[in-house]
């Protein structure tokens, strides 16, 4: 069985921090990616980034380079991202999922089904 939790979602000022966690149980160590995507109200779903268990090679969306890091955490299976600088239009609810590969489309990710999901997190940038 494959098990995906996200954490950490909250209230932060603009330009302040927050850090979400993934943890992720029922796979092969380093056998896999794990990515951050998010959902604005009324908006598709679009990836925020990606990391190689196997490696700890990131990538990262546009919107949010230099801004987001995501790490891994072997040891515990559990992946982190920090948020720096935030702005008002990250606000969304926040995913993470267990992907086949960092190259995947969202469409693919979510295809995966459930299993592979996180329950989302919601994150609300506003003064």
């Known amino acids: 069985q494959v098990h995906v939790v996200e ?16 943890a992720a149980s ?5 056998k896999y990616e794990i990515g951050w995507f998010r959902q604005a109200s009324g908006k598709e779903r679009e990836g925020v980034s990606c990391i190689r268990m196997s490696n700890g090679d990131t990538y990262y969306a546009d919107s949010v380079k230099g801004r987001f890091t995501t790490s891994r955490d ?10 720096n600088s935030l702005k008002p239009e990250d606000t969304a609810v926040y995913y993470c999922a267990v992907l086949p590969g960092c ?6 990710a979510m295809a995966l089904g459930d299993d592979y999901w996180g329950q989302g997190t919601q994150v609300t940038v506003s003064s």
């Not at 029922?26 to 380093?30: Q, R």
């Open 7 to 22: 954490s950490g979602g909250g209230l932060v000022q603009p330009g302040g921090s927050l850090t979400l966690s993934c």
């Open 26 to 30: 029922g796979l092969t160590p380093d």
């Open 103 to 108: 190259e995947i489309t969202v469409k693919h």
């Open 74 to 83: 072997l040891a515990n299976n559990t992946v982190n991202l920090q948020m």
